[in-house]
């Protein structure tokens, strides 16, 4: 069985890719690092936005790892375009996983490269990493797994969040809300 734990970021100060972490923010940072202070892990890879990144610092500084950055792990954008109706369309592409919008990514699309960076660690034999995210594509990750997962279990993700994926093979995988901020 190889463990895999994907975190959804802290608390941060906004959507862009430069929003960092607030106060409140910082001090989940810290208690992700007590919660995996016992835990063995081998690596962490985290999306590059800042606020991922922020959210496991002082983990990766408490084990001495390097947070290695995959692009693949970034948010899903939903469009390129501001969406005054952004919350009806974002419930739809949780149903119509082949829905895209103007200048967007479909949620199957989205899907396949969180999946791809998970399965690369499992060929790899690689073992206890842990992943750094964001809610909608760690829920689309999930779905992968269970097709039940959709727009209610991505509306209570909390920041952060914490999921813990144990595989036994592409048959045999269990996933279990391992911790959250509420």
Not at 38 to 53: E, F
């Amino acid at each position: 069985m190889k463990t895999y734990y994907f975190i959804r970021h802290c608390q941060a100060s906004g959507q862009s890719e430069e929003a960092t972490l607030t106060q409140q923010g910082i001090v989940q940072s810290q208690a992700l690092a007590q919660l995996f202070s016992d835990i063995h892990l081998n690596q962490i890879i985290s999306s590059p936005y800042k606020r991922a990144v922020q959210s496991i610092e002082p983990l990766a500084h408490e084990k001495q790892l390097k947070i290695h950055i995959d692009n693949r792990l970034s948010e899903r954008v939903l469009s390129s375009k501001i969406l005054d109706d952004w919350y009806e369309k974002l419930k739809l592409s949780f149903t119509d996983m082949n829905i895209v919008f103007e200048g967007g990514e479909s949620s199957q699309d989205a899907m396949y490269r969180i999946v791809e960076v998970l399965h690369e660690q499992i060929d790899s034999e690689e073992d206890h990493t842990l992943f750094v995210t964001h809610g909608n594509i760690m829920s689309l990750l999930l779905k992968h797994f269970d097709s039940t997962i959709g727009f209610k279990e991505w509306k209570n993700l909390s920041n952060p969040d914490v999921y813990i994926l144990k595989y036994h093979s592409a048959d045999h995988v269990k996933i279990e809300r391992m911790w959250n901020a509420t």
